[in-house]
């Protein structure tokens, strides 16, 4: 019912057209209709830029060795700021999805105007005035590399670069608050040469198809000047605009600066339809797809090695054991075989086990599921926060099989606290990423950063939460209580009396085991994690998901195959508690994950205490949840492993 549901979702999606998807339906303007500008919250970004010698500014990979990164964003009109605001003074906050507020945006309109086709040389915005205490946060917004991140008609305002490597021009979304000089003096942006590419689609028909901006910091003299018009456009950018000094914010008096744009409309041959791709810039696309195929063949091969090993062995052990007859019956029995009668007794905190599994498995099945729909471009970043938006839905749905696998574990398990388990799976580990969740926005708000969660949103997620997530987990869980399904039946019965677990060999103590498996899924999509966390951290928008399904696939597959041949190896030394081990096999690639992304940041970097936490939090955050999910998949795979080979055994 659910799939067909679903699938129907599936079929919608691509019969209303292939190319628009909803919400992002093309705007076609005639000559002189309002463009708006709309502008977003400015992000720390990981690249600092330097100035040349006219003001302009070339994007540079040389980073600034004493800028320090923050990783919470600003309101664009946090007050300390003083960019321009609308000239009514009414700002107005735009509608957004609920996966786009989580993520960050907060849209606002702007005093720009802009009209189609025409063009404007040199408009003046507004005069602001920073005070001592402002200029110190302005220069340190400008040093830790802060981005404005402006939207024209849903594209996202790009600098124009060059990438060297591949010999490309391309479009990076965002431009610098400010520049920093080659004697590392902090320099205000105050002037925006915007450029907007239009395609002419008929008589009168324009569609923007790509918006640039070269910023300028340009000190027009405006305290020096007394008789000065601040609103006339004279002299504001003259024909020596080029021998303006750039607009230095001083530390020991209050300056005054002047804001100004220009305008320019371009004709271009590209369609609207492909207009994203020129934002979709893959550095080097030939290292990471080295470093995959690379990837995926050692994983290949280990999977092979892994599988052969198994399958050869299992079908010697099996036919070696039911081939044994009476007449030997005096041979000592050994290997896996002999914990029969007790690897299906039921694990310590069965409860914990089986809610955590159910719980991996929620999470995996969105994470699947979320990664096909975004490979097959339904979720195109022109469509803002539909991935995360569509990710909160999928997980709310899929609480009913996350419980319908926790409660049948746990009836697995011979387990009969089923309330407790109804009423754990929906609310441990979600409730635990949310109390994170709530912690690390105190520290949001603490910092006015405009990446805390606004209350209503928080209502919002708590109460899908109820609406959809817990009412179907419910359903998920009686549905599987009055299942009585043929995989609940044991194969081999249980002793009374536990057997003694001989000593263990060092490489199989549980914490040695844990942490060499751990290696080869983590090892399978470090590529990925890093480009994930520069699109969390950095805002860069993130579209590689053949990439990412090819990880996640590859991910899986480690996951299972290196549990599956440690417990293998665990049985035959005559350890039958596989349960929480299988989970911990496959869930410490987690600790990797989480290690990993202590050497994405340089700490000595991160501005100040609270960029230290968000940073920590979130990561851990991310590691929880992936503990929770690789760990299910070890699980989930073990018990249909053990379960097979035990059937395929005679017991007498
Ligand atoms: C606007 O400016 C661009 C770039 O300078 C120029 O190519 C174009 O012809 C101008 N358009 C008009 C209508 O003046």
Not at 341 to 347: K, S
């Amino acid at each position: 019912m659910l799939w067909s549901l679903v699938l129907s979702l599936f079929l919608f999606f691509f019969n209303s057209n292939a190319f628009y998807l909803p919400g992002v339906a093309p705007t076609t303007y005639g000559e002189g209709d309002d463009i708006p500008l709309l502008v977003n919250h400015i992000t720390p970004s990981n690249s600092h830029n330097i100035v040349n010698s006219n003001g302009g500014s070339s994007a540079g990979t040389s980073q600034s060795k004493k800028a320090k990164t923050y990783v919470y964003s600003f309101d664009y009109y946090f007050p300390k700021l003083h960019f321009c605001r609308p000239k009514d003074g009414k700002l107005e906050k735009q509608s957004e999805s609920l996966g786009s507020i989580i993520f960050g945006d907060r849209i606002f309109n702007s005093p720009f105007e802009i009209k189609m086709l025409q063009n404007q040389s040199c408009t003046a915005l507004c005069s602001s005035v920073y005070s001592k205490t402002d200029t110190l946060f302005v220069n340190k917004i400008i040093r830790s590399g802060y981005y404005h991140n402006w939207l024209v008609d849903g594209l996202p305002i790009a600098r124009s670069l060059y990438d060297t490597g591949t010999k490309t021009k391309f479009y990076g979304t965002g431009f610098e608050v400010g520049l920093i000089d080659p004697t590392n003096v902090a320099h205000l942006v105050n002037h925006f040469d915007i450029q907007i590419e239009y395609h002419k689609r008929g008589e009168n028909q324009y569609r923007v198809v790509g918006v640039t901006v070269q910023p300028y910091s340009w000190d027009r003299k405006l305290s020096d000047d007394q008789d000065k018009d601040k609103d006339s456009n004279k002299n504001l950018c003259d024909a020596n605009a080029n021998n303006f000094d750039p607009v230095f914010l001083n530390q020991n008096k209050n300056t005054e600066v002047q804001f100004s744009y220009s305008v320019y409309f371009v004709e271009s041959d590209i369609s609207w339809a492909t207009r994203w791709d020129k934002y979709l810039h893959v550095y080097d696309p030939k290292i990471q797809w080295f470093s995959l195929i690379n990837f995926s063949l050692i994983v290949l091969c280990l999977s092979l090695v892994i599988g052969h090993i198994l399958l050869k062995t299992l079908k010697n052990d099996i036919s070696k054991y039911n081939s044994i007859d009476l007449s030997e019956d005096i041979q000592e029995e050994s290997g896996w075989k002999l914990v029969h009668g007790d690897v299906f007794r039921p694990p310590i905190n069965r409860m914990l086990l089986s809610v955590m599994v159910g719980s991996g498995f929620q999470l995996f099945l969105m994470a699947f599921v979320t990664i096909l729909f975004a490979l097959f471009g339904l979720l195109s970043p022109a469509n803002r926060g539909s991935l995360a938006t569509v990710m909160f839905i999928l997980y709310g749905i899929f609480g009913i099989f996350g419980s319908f696998a926790s409660s049948f574990i746990y009836k697995f398990f011979n387990g009969e606290n089923w309330r407790l388990n109804l009423i754990l799976t929906p609310t441990l580990v979600p409730g635990t990423i949310f109390l994170i969740f709530i912690g690390l926005n105190f520290f949001l708000i603490w910092v006015k950063s405009s990446g805390a969660i606004p209350i209503g949103t928080m209502f919002a997620i708590i109460g899908i939460w109820f609406l959809i997530s817990l009412p179907l987990s419910v359903i998920g869980s009686l549905l599987s209580f009055k299942s009585n399904n043929e995989f609940l039946k044991k194969p081999v019965k249980t002793n009374q009396i536990p057997r003694q677990i001989p000593k263990e060999p060092i490489y199989l103590k549980i914490w040695v085991v844990s942490l060499i498996s751990g290696i080869f899924p983590f090892g399978s999509m470090a590529v990925e994690i890093y480009f994930i966390y520069s699109s969390i951290w950095f805002n860069r928008i993130y579209y590689m998901f053949g990439f990412l399904f090819f990880c996640f696939v590859l991910m899986t597959v480690t996951c299972s195959l290196i549990s599956i041949l440690m417990i293998y190896y665990t049985l035959c030394f005559e350890n039958y508690k596989w349960q929480w081990r299988s989970f911990l096999i496959s869930g410490s690639c987690s600790i990797y994950v989480f290690i990993h992304s202590l050497f994405l940041i340089k700490f000595d970097q991160l501005n100040g205490a609270v960029s230290i936490i968000l940073y920590l939090g979130y990561s851990s955050m991310i590691s929880l949840l992936m503990f929770v999910l690789c760990g299910s998949i070890g699980f989930i795979s073990n018990l249909i492993f053990i379960r097979k080979i035990y059937s395929s055994i005679k017991v007498d």
